[in-house]
């Protein structure tokens, strides 16, 4: 069998058990709900800086780059750092305030055994949050990199301006003020900031869903008793917020089951007597009343019932209880690359991961196969890094998918990249994307089936 047979052999095979999973579940922000990236990102800045300028008054003058602040991108707090990795964590491109750090400092503080001892500071990295290392995983942290970066620079300029070293201290501290940040918008759904811009005009800052993602819910759920599942992280009332508008005020009748403050990953993590689920008997719960302790799960959404926590093992049993089987197809789909890829992977699940950085929203992306990065034609910029011309790119940071090495001659997985390939079934832009692929029918025919196109070129 040749390569190309073998990947349509795949891609056949994928599409197939994708047709046929027995359950779905879907993450909810930026997953099966789009958000206006933009808006949002807008808004968590604000939140931020309502609270850092009391602490770091000088961020008054701070202003969102929405070309700096990039997913995927990690800030060392250690030293002061925003940092981009590839494939096998070597830090690629860094910057210090606005400044770009020389490659040869890069080598020094994370490359070099002889100067940082017997391994990287890196080392350990799993695309998770550190003492040390904080990563902009999903869309709704990627403003920190830029008042970060402000922060920084601030540093920098102050440095030098009194003839003083750095105080690295400040970036820790930076760090937990951005926690306190958090905390203060996002934990109660009726004061902070976040909610109650949301809950005023949550238009300017979400989508309604297509008629063709609903009508397709309601037909893999009659016609071939899929079970449909909502899980994500967020609180019961944004949720409910959420879904109110982006489905419709029947919401509910798209799904089987919803589950909220799953908190993903531990979600997918824990053992079957980690977390149990609590039914909720309100998406506003306030009384103790509203909180049912519960050994199981049940399927089918009521007007007032709503589940909270859990664990994947939890939720199998029942599912496997409801099929009567020992075993079930399971198909997750998120955006985040942890918590709704690397995790459920790690339970054998189907994944399908939600991609907004790949250029075509029409793309469907099968990672499972080798690269052929030859004869791409690249653009070199300032720092001796250049970027295959794929279109729209941005040039502070290059693609979220690969990066060249000029010096080298190499074209380069980024880290992010590599957890798509190793962790990821399928890669689409979008939801309404994933319902295409689920009708096209080119994709179980060999004779009309050829190699879709892949982030890395066009390498078949």
């Not at 930026?30 to 931020?48: G, K």
């Not at 967020?234 to 509910?252: I, L, T």
């Not at 079930?328 to 991609?355: E, H, R, W």
């Not at 469907?364 to 970027?387: A, H, P, S």
């Given at each position: 069998?040749?390569?190309?047979?073998?990947?349509?052999?795949?891609?056949?095979?994928?599409?197939?058990?994708?047709?046929?999973?027995?359950?779905?579940?879907?993450?909810?922000?930026?997953?099966?709900?789009?958000?206006?990236?933009?808006?949002?990102?807008?808004?968590?800045?604000?939140?931020?800086?309502?609270?850092?300028?009391?602490?770091?008054?000088?961020?008054?003058?701070?202003?969102?780059?929405?070309?700096?602040?990039?997913?995927?991108?990690?800030?060392?707090?250690?030293?002061?750092?925003?940092?981009?990795?590839?494939n096998k964590k070597?830090?690629?491109?860094?910057?210090?305030?606005?400044?770009?750090?020389?490659?040869?400092?890069?080598?020094?503080?994370?490359?070099?055994?002889?100067?940082?001892?017997?391994?990287?500071?890196?080392?350990?990295?799993?695309?998770?949050?550190?003492?040390?290392?904080?990563?902009?995983?999903?869309?709704?942290?990627?403003?920190?990199?830029?008042?970060?970066?402000?922060?920084?620079?601030?540093?920098?300029?102050?440095?030098?301006?009194?003839?003083?070293?750095?105080?690295?201290?400040?970036?820790?501290?930076?760090?937990?003020?951005?926690?306190?940040?958090?905390?203060?918008?996002?934990n109660d759904f009726?004061?902070?900031?976040?909610?109650?811009?949301?809950?005023?005009?949550?238009?300017?800052?979400?989508?309604?869903?297509?008629?063709?993602?609903?009508?397709?819910?309601?037909?893999?759920?009659?016609?071939?008793?899929?079970?449909?599942l909502l899980i994500?992280?967020?609180?019961?009332?944004?949720?409910?917020?959420?879904?109110?508008?982006?489905?419709?005020?029947?919401?509910?009748?798209?799904?089987?089951?919803?589950?909220?403050?799953?908190?993903?990953?531990?979600?997918?993590?824990?053992?079957?007597?980690?977390?149990?689920?609590?039914?909720?008997?309100?998406?506003?719960?306030?009384?103790?009343?509203?909180?049912?302790?519960?050994?199981?799960?049940?399927?089918?959404?009521?007007?007032?019932?709503?589940?909270?926590?859990?664990?994947?093992?939890?939720?199998?049993?029942?599912?496997?209880?409801?099929?009567?089987?020992?075993?079930?197809?399971?198909?997750?789909?998120?955006?985040?690359?942890?918590?709704?890829?690397?995790?459920?992977?790690?339970?054998?699940?189907?994944?399908?991961?939600?991609?907004?950085?790949?250029?075509?929203?029409?793309?469907?992306?099968?990672?499972?196969?080798?690269?052929?990065?030859?004869?791409?034609?690249?653009?070199?910029?300032?720092?001796?890094?250049?970027?295959?011309?794929?279109?729209?790119?941005?040039?502070?940071?290059?693609?979220?998918?690969?990066?060249?090495?000029?010096?080298?001659?190499?074209?380069?997985?980024?880290?992010?990249?590599?957890?798509?390939?190793?962790?990821?079934?399928?890669?689409?832009?979008?939801?309404?994307?994933?319902?295409?692929?689920?009708?096209?029918?080119?994709?179980?025919?060999?004779?009309?089936?050829?190699?879709?196109?892949?982030?890395?070129?066009?390498?078949?």
């Amino acid at each position: 069998m040749t390569k190309i047979e073998d990947i349509i052999n795949t891609e056949i095979k994928l599409h197939q058990q994708f047709k046929n999973v027995n359950v779905i579940g879907f993450d909810m922000d930026m997953a099966i709900v789009r958000y206006n990236n933009d808006a949002i990102a807008t808004l968590i800045y604000e939140c931020m800086l309502e609270h850092l300028v009391t602490v770091f008054p000088f961020l008054k003058e701070s202003k969102l780059d929405f070309s700096f602040s990039k997913r995927g991108l990690v800030i060392d707090l250690e030293l002061g750092l925003v940092l981009k990795l590839d494939n096998k964590k070597r830090v690629i491109k860094a910057f210090r305030g606005k400044s770009i750090v020389s490659k040869e400092e890069l080598d020094s503080i994370y490359h070099d055994e002889q100067v940082i001892g017997s391994s990287s500071p890196l080392k350990d990295y799993d695309g998770g949050n550190s003492a040390r290392f904080f990563t902009m995983i999903s869309f709704f942290e990627t403003p920190i990199t830029s008042v970060f970066r402000d922060f920084m620079e601030h540093q920098n300029n102050e440095s030098i301006r009194l003839g003083k070293p750095i105080d690295y201290s400040t970036f820790k501290q930076f760090g937990k003020e951005i926690s306190v940040s958090f905390g203060k918008h996002f934990n109660d759904f009726y004061t902070g900031h976040y909610y109650t811009s949301f809950r005023n005009d949550p238009s300017k800052y979400i989508y309604k869903v297509s008629d063709q993602l609903k009508n397709w819910l309601m037909e893999i759920r009659s016609k071939n008793n899929t079970k449909v599942l909502l899980i994500t992280n967020s609180k019961s009332e944004y949720c409910h917020s959420v879904m109110e508008y982006s489905f419709g005020a029947n919401f509910r009748d798209y799904f089987d089951c919803i589950i909220v403050d799953a908190k993903k990953p531990e979600f997918f993590k824990g053992d079957i007597n980690s977390k149990p689920f609590t039914k909720l008997m309100s998406f506003h719960p306030k009384e103790k009343s509203d909180y049912i302790q519960c050994p199981n799960i049940e399927l089918g959404v009521t007007q007032d019932t709503v589940f909270k926590g859990g664990n994947i093992h939890l939720l199998l049993n029942k599912l496997k209880d409801h099929f009567q089987k020992d075993q079930i197809s399971f198909c997750y789909v998120g955006d985040n690359l942890i918590g709704d890829v690397v995790a459920p992977k790690q339970v054998q699940l189907m994944t399908v991961a939600i991609i907004e950085e790949i250029q075509d929203p029409d793309e469907i992306i099968i990672l499972k196969r080798e690269k052929n990065t030859k004869n791409q034609e690249v653009q070199v910029n300032n720092e001796g890094l250049v970027e295959r011309s794929t279109g729209e790119t941005n040039y502070i940071w290059g693609s979220f998918f690969h990066i060249h090495d000029d010096h080298e001659n190499l074209s380069i997985d980024t880290f992010w990249s590599s957890i798509l390939r190793d962790n990821a079934d399928i890669v689409v832009y979008g939801v309404d994307t994933l319902v295409e692929y689920y009708y096209q029918d080119k994709f179980d025919n060999k004779d009309t089936l050829a190699p879709c196109a892949v982030v890395y070129g066009q390498g078949y």
